[in-house]
């Protein structure tokens, strides 16, 4: 039978590595915005966190890995996003792969009411201005149903 001290001196190796190997990723906050398709449960950023904003630097990629349950088997996925700046009209963003299913660590068919994860990139341009921004991530079927929509609040730095 192992010693306390090695059980413990091996959950604290596992629990480093845990914490390496995800690097700086942070729990972004979110509200949905209309999910009727699906359900997200979590999103993670690849970057830093603050105040509940996710910070997204220019000249950056930003990764979110999506956790989401559909409600139906989906063989088409498609991303829109879009930013408000102080209350103003949503403004799309351009994703350079908007198929979810390409690319992106998902696998379509989607099964119903199972975990999956989705993991999109946005390249965070030089000419975004240096602002608050409400980010609106929609995933939608292909009869343009919100599997998920989330408004993440972030802030644009250089």
Known sequence: ?????????LTLLVLCGVSLSHGTQCKLTFRDCGSKQGTLNSALYNGTCAKGFAILKHGTTASIE????????????????AGSIAGLP????????????????????????????YQPVLQILNTYPKVNVIV?????DSDGGDVFCALIPATITS
């Not at 039978?1 to 001196?9: D, K, L």
Request: glycine fraction near 4%.
């Open 66 to 81: 999506f956790n989401f349950q559909a409600k139906k088997a989906e063989s088409a996925l498609k991303s829109k996003v």
């Open 136 to 140: 609106r991530w929609e995933l939608q």
């Open 90 to 117: 949503f403004v799309s963003f351009p994703l350079g792969n908007p198929d979810a299913c390409k690319d992106s660590g998902l696998t379509c068919p989607v099964p119903a009411n199972t975990n999956v994860n």
């Open 1 to 9: 039978m192992a010693s306390t001290e090695f059980i413990v001196a």
